[in-house]
């Protein structure tokens, strides 16, 4: 094996791990799953609304190239591997209400800045 095959293999490895940054385990109802699709700077749904103390599994999917996925202003923040490499997954917990922007978090063309959507929890 060369080191570019072996680094190359190392780094699909490492995009294929999924992001779990609250154990499920520590919640005692179960999660909401909720699927997000990347693809030219769009995130599908890009408006999602939950119920305060809802458990959310965000499960999040490129249909093209890598992106990030981070939701601003906390320590969520994943890496979404591209089309046919897997999915990467957040969990969390949403215990206060408000309305949380999410965007993504790697380069990924001219419309980088617009790749936003909002998450809204609710009473």
Known sequence: MTRTTWLRGGSLACAALLVVLVS???FSQ???VIRVTAERF???P???KVKRGTIVELR???EDTNHGFRIVGSGFNAIIPKR???EATLIFRADTPGRYTFECS???GAGHTFMRGTI???E
């Open 24 to 26: 499920p385990s520590s």
């Open 46 to 48: 890009s408006h999602i």
């Open 120 to 122: 809204t929890v609710g």
């Open 42 to 44: 769009t995130f599908t």
């Open 60 to 62: 999040l999917r490129s």
């Open 106 to 108: 790697k380069m990924c």
């Open 30 to 32: 179960d999660p909401t």
């Open 84 to 86: 046919g490499r897997g």
